[in-house]
T-cell receptor, first 116, second 110 residues
Framework: GAVVSQHPSWVICKSGTSVKIECRSL??????MFWYRQFPKQSLMLMAT?????????EQGVEKDKFLINHASLTLSTLTVTSAHPEDSSFYIC????????????FGSGTQLSVL | DAKTTQPPSMDCAEGRAANLPCNHS???????VYWYRQIHSQGPQYIIH???NNETNEMASLIITEDRKSSTLILPHATLRDTAVYYC???????????FGTGTSLTVIP
């Protein structure tokens, strides 16, 4: 089956620094990728839709200048958490799939971000 | 996309069938029903999806009612490794946003 690779698996950073998370589709081209965040014991919350070659679409309440998304190729999308603060500590997950009705969406293994 | 309702938690004895219900009463004709599960600290794993007909694969079976307003995911012989949170999602197209509800936390008991 299709594989979505996410890197890094975990990252610890100091408050005020920026962190980049990569999401790759390994055996298919993804025109659309999604980014989620998940707090402990909560469900996944969709943050933004990443579209290849165009600007990402952010969900209501998600700061686009805080969470920069770049989808420069059909196999790679990146999420950069800028000027990270402790409240940004969370589990970030990306997803991608072949777009269409009845197609499948696959998820990366997630990135645990801890901001000190 | 249609919203879904699932029981917050369920228990199942190891080796028995686990039947996880999902209500999607506002589903429209071209929306698919997807099931994913998430084991602690991992990304969601695809299980199965369907439109109208019942579906079966190596992991599970999906039973969709004739009016399509509800569905049931069946794990035929639950094992301890099936302990996870199971999410039912309804969407027209994988290019559209996938919104997760609260899911069902399934605990398989030895």
């Amino acid at each position: 089956g299709a594989v979505v690779s996410q890197h890094p698996s975990w990252v610890i950073c100091k408050s005020g620094t920026s962190v980049k998370i990569e999401c790759r589709s390994l055996d298919f081209q993804a025109t659309t990728m999604f980014w989620y965040r998940q707090f402990p014991k909560q469900s996944l919350m969709l943050m933004a839709t990443s579209n290849e070659g165009s600007k990402a679409t952010y969900e209501q309440g998600v700061e686009k200048d805080k969470f920069l998304i770049n989808h420069a190729s059909l196999t790679l999308s990146t999420l950069t958490v800028t000027s990270a603060h402790p409240e940004d500590s969370s589990f970030y997950i990306c997803s991608a799939g072949t777009t269409g009705q009845g197609e499948k969406l696959f998820f990366g293994s997630g990135t645990q971000l801890s901001v000190l | 996309d249609a919203k879904t309702t699932q029981p917050p938690s369920m228990d199942c004895a190891e080796g028995r069938a686990a039947n996880l219900p999902c209500n999607h009463s506002t589903i429209s004709g071209n929306e698919y029903v997807y099931w994913y599960r998430q084991i602690h600290s991992q990304g969601p794993q695809y299980i199965i999806h369907g439109l109208k007909n019942n579906e079966t694969n190596e992991m599970a079976s999906l039973i969709i009612t004739e009016d399509r307003k509800s569905s049931t995911l069946i794990l035929p012989h639950a094992t301890l490794r099936d302990t996870a949170v199971y999410y039912c999602i309804v969407t027209r197209n994988t290019g559209n946003q996938f919104y997760f509800g609260t899911g069902t936390s399934l605990t398989v008991i030895p």
